[in-house]
């Protein structure tokens, strides 16, 4: 994973090279944390190219930006190409390869079979491609959205194009401004609908698409898509088995190349513990793995991570954060997570990627999207119980169910009528395409309520849900309930969030590659494929992949209730280990200054959550940094601000 950045400029303008080289030096050098091994840039007739590199594969000769001497075809690129091994064999006849990188391999393909290679690849990747012999620009992003990519058009024929939104500020070319709706989006869904993100006048390429610029026209094409609405094989457990073991092993193996070591992040469930196994098998027992431990008790997991360790004999070690470290980390979240959040979770795994890279490893395995893939959600859970529900909708009895997803709630005349106001909206559509959704962002969309008037009124007519379904391809409506809840899952919080607010920055942030073999093309496929009873079985969550993990991990880890990873909030912010920031932004005048939310209701619910035994709502800590995270991405990214201090004689500049 690395860093690139550059822009394009239309025919005669390409006599203002130092213009173009100021500007193509500063885009490189603000993504340095992302590639700190190496910052280059070349100058060419009609594109600026620049890159950052983090140095995984092909350390001596995989420099970027790569040129094809042949065409001028010239490419930079963050990510993986995992299977590049096999696809240079297959252009071997038809390439000269100078290098042993899988960068030279999109050279190749792209020479080869054009941009319609990237069905071909398996892997995670963002990537520009210039063609000099018709002053193309051509980009691509991964199936799932690992990798970012965004762009600007611009007046004047240009488009602008980085792996994070600072690099096009830092260009120029781009005035940093929120933008409105996606704001509102986020406080919704979680994440801005792609391509909509939190800056005006900046687009985020969605995943699975590939871009095309020429002569000031941009177009983007789909490639792939997750498909969840196929015909389910017979439900043959052992052969599911069988070859549920091929695609994760085969999806482990490809993810274990790279010419430094790899190590992997162990949370202590059963995603982490699965793959922490397999990778252990194949490394032949010397598996290093890491962890995050909370000084607070009601977050910790140290015990379950402890014991897969020890069966597994992993070299483990564990970074210890309290209340106060991780108020002390959220500005380095949301600067480079570039969004505003409602949860604290990515500061965790900011610290953990630093911890990481601390001891001298560039490239883990993580578990992310076992969950959207095998149904591992409560989110699904639930999504059954309503669906039943709702074909009796009176019933008193129905909606009882949900107290096994949620022990905590109360059987109480009162409670029981909260229980049937919260969880039964949209009861009466139970085959309306949000159903599954309607829940959770019903509940987020309670941070609407704290928005300034000036603000909403600005937005009023952005509905968050219906920009989201506008996305959506209108087969799925046609799909079972809980693979339209997938699609969503995935095309919002797995995509939007998960892989990018929590993944790919949080990671990047310290210079550290996360892969995700659950994420792998035939793994995803291959899950769209085994009925929903073998991976939701009742309320038994993912159970085919526990079914496989029996004997791989400890028995603990396969009994243990799902236990959701969260981060402390109030105690970070308002509590009395909060950091000075908290308190200078989180001020009735600071949030009246930036003029997103209502300066007098922060201030009471600030208040709220700061008195002792306060009780903590997940509507009001949510809330809270909603606004916490809002007032620092104006402080990091809005003017007046701190001037970065970019060292720009670092890049590396060539001219062809």
């Not at 100021?22 to 944390?33: E, N, Q, V």
């Not at 991964?142 to 600007?152: Q, S």
Request: charge should be neutral; include cysteine.
């Amino acid at each position: 994973m690395c860093g690139i950045a550059g822009f394009t400029f239309p025919a005669g303008a390409d006599t203002a090279p130092a213009l173009h080289a100021d500007r193509l030096r500063r885009m490189t050098a603000s993504l340095k944390h992302r590639g700190p091994d190496a910052q280059r840039a070349l100058l060419l007739a009609g594109a600026a190219l620049g890159h950052a590199r983090l140095s995984i594969v092909d350390l001596a000769s995989g420099h970027q930006p790569m040129r094809d001497e042949a065409t001028g075809l010239t490419v930079v690129f963050n990510g993986e190409i995992f299977n590049h091994v096999e696809l240079r064999e297959q252009l071997a006849g038809a390439y000269a390869f100078r290098t042993r990188s899988d960068t030279e391999v999109i050279l190749a393909a792209f020479l080869t079979w054009g941009i319609d290679c990237v069905r071909r690849f398996e892997g995670q990747w963002a990537f520009a491609l210039w063609d000099p012999r018709d002053r193309t620009l051509w980009m691509s992003r991964d199936r799932v959205g690992i990798c970012p990519l965004f762009y600007a058009t611009l007046p004047g024929g240009h488009l602008a194009f980085a792996s994070e939104a600072k690099a096009l500020f830092a260009s120029g070319l781009v005035t940093p401004a929120l933008d409105a709706r996606g704001l509102k989006q986020t406080f919704q869904l979680w994440a801005p609908v792609a391509p909509r993100t939190s800056f005006q006048g900046v687009s985020l390429l969605p995943p699975a698409h590939t871009a095309k610029w020429r002569d000031g026209a941009l177009t983007l094409q789909r490639y792939w898509d997750l498909d969840f609405g196929v015909t389910p094989d017979a439900p043959d457990a052992p052969r599911l088995l069988e070859e549920l073991g091929a695609v994760l092993d085969r999806a482990v193996r490809l993810r274990l190349r790279a010419d430094v070591p790899v190590a992997a992040y162990l949370s202590g469930g059963l995603d982490s513990s699965l793959l922490c196994a397999l990778a252990q098998e194949q490394l032949g027992g010397t598996l290093r793995t890491f962890s995050v431990g909370f000084a607070h008790a009601k977050f910790d997991e140290r015990t379950h991570q402890a014991t897969v360790a020890e069966q597994l004999r992993t070299e483990h070690r564990v970074v210890e954060l309290r209340d106060g470290d991780i108020g002390a980390l959220v500005p380095g979240v949301i600067f480079h997570a570039e969004q505003a959040m409602m949860r604290s979770a990515p500061a965790p795994f900011l610290r953990l990627s630093g911890w990481v890279r601390d001891h001298g490893i560039k490239v883990v395995l993580t578990g992310e999207g076992s969950d959207e893939m095998f149904l591992g959600y409560d989110l699904f859970k639930e999504t059954q119980v309503r669906q039943f529900w709702a074909r009796q909708p009176a019933s008193k009895y129905r909606p009882m169910l949900l107290r096994r997803l949620y022990p905590t709630l109360s059987v109480s005349q009162q409670s029981v009528e909260l229980l049937r106001e919260f969880f039964g909206q949209g009861l009466e559509s139970p085959d309306a395409l949000a159903f599954s959704h309607l829940v959770r962002w019903g509940n987020s969309g309670r941070i609407l309520r704290f928005l300034a008037p000036e603000f909403a009124a600005k937005v009023a007519d952005e509905d968050p849900v219906a920009s989201v379904l506008a996305t959506v391809p209108g087969a799925v409506a046609g799909w079972r309930p809980l693979a339209r809840a997938q699609y969503l899952e995935a095309r919002t919080l797995l995509s939007g969030y998960l892989l990018s607010a929590q993944g790919d920055r949080m990671l990047l942030g310290n210079a550290v590659e996360g892969r995700f073999p659950f994420l792998d093309t035939g793994v995803m496929e291959f899950a769209a494929r085994v009925p929903e009873r073998l991976r939701l079985r009742g309320l038994d969550e993912k159970h085919l992949l526990k079914r496989f993990a029996r004997g791989r991990v400890p028995p603990s880890i396969l009994e243990r209730s799902k236990f959701p990873y969260r981060a402390p909030i109030a105690g970070a912010l308002v509590g009395p280990e909060a950091p000075a920031w908290a308190r200078e932004l989180l001020a009735p005048e600071a949030v009246a200054a930036t003029g997103v939310f209502d300066a007098r209701k922060v201030e009471r619910l600030v208040a709220k959550l700061r008195a002792p035994n306060a009780a903590e709502s997940e509507a009001d800590t949510m809330a809270l940094f909603a606004v916490a995270s809002t007032q620092l991405l104006a402080h990091h990214f809005l003017p007046p601000r701190p001037v970065p201090q970019t060292d720009v004689d670092a890049v590396q500049l060539e001219a062809a």
